[in-house]
């Protein structure tokens, strides 16, 4: 019976990956063209940047990362990157990543 059960708990479980990749896609795809820039993928992770440097000055400083510790980071640093990131991950090379990409794993 188990053994029944089991690729339908599967679907679901695909099913809701796929949702949840078309939902961040949409929220990413700010031109709603159902596709990611560059510019657009760069836009929505740099967040992480923007919450950290509180005094906005585009410089994360050691106090400002996790730990107190490390070297000073630029806003430069931080998007060349994610346009690093991105490019390993536009596995088909057309400068855009879809839903099958942007739920692909982090491509090195």
Same mark, same amino acid.
């Given at each position: 019976?188990?053994?029944?059960?089991?690729?339908?708990?599967?679907?679901?479980?695909?099913?809701?990956?796929? @949702?949840?990749?078309?939902?961040?896609?949409?929220?990413?795809?700010?031109?709603?063209?159902?596709?990611?820039?560059?510019?657009?993928?760069?836009?929505?992770?740099?967040?992480?940047?923007?919450?950290?440097?509180?005094?906005?000055?585009?410089?994360? @400083?050691?106090?400002?990362?996790?730990?107190?510790?490390?070297?000073?980071?630029?806003?430069?640093?931080?998007?060349?990157?994610?346009?690093?990131?991105?490019?390993?991950?536009?596995?088909?090379?057309?400068?855009?990543?879809?839903?099958?990409?942007?739920?692909?794993?982090?491509?090195?």
């Amino acid at each position: 019976m188990f053994a029944l059960l089991l690729p339908l708990g599967l679907a679901g479980v695909a099913s809701a990956q796929v @949702t949840q990749t078309r939902d961040y896609l949409e929220r990413m795809d700010a031109d709603g063209d159902g596709r990611v820039s560059l510019a657009e993928y760069q836009a929505w992770m740099r967040y992480a940047f923007d919450q950290m440097d509180r005094d906005g000055d585009g410089v994360l @400083t050691p106090a400002e990362l996790p730990g107190g510790k490390g070297r000073p980071v630029t806003l430069a640093e931080h998007m060349a990157k994610l346009a690093a990131a991105f490019n390993r991950q536009d596995t088909n090379r057309d400068g855009y990543l879809d839903a099958r990409e942007l739920a692909a794993p982090p491509q090195r």
